[in-house]
């Protein structure tokens, strides 16, 4: 919801799509999420034709925007991709977050 806040141009789906790169990224740089199946992941995002990447945002205030989201938790700033197909809702350092998402800012 925060990308889409900021660029409404971004349809929900491809915001999620986007989102689930971010956490990948997130979960890769704190060692929990499993590196051949994050690739994997980002493999079937881009090959459905998801962006990846997106201009004309910046990282503070699209994690700004994500703390304000009415589906956001206190704390939690990604959901992280683990093993195979699990997900667990971790406390992100702010840097770590902010880096996932620059990543994902051009």
Known sequence: HALEALRPDILHGEAVAWGMARALDAGLELGLSDPEAAAEARSLIEAYGFETSYSGIEPEALL?????????????????????????????????????LEKGLR
């Open 64 to 100: 700004a925007a994500m703390r304000r989201d009415k589906k956001g938790l206190p704390g939690a700033e990604a959901v992280l991709y683990k093993e195979e197909c699990s997900v667990a809702l971790v406390e992100t350092p702010e840097a770590v977050a902010l880096r996932a």
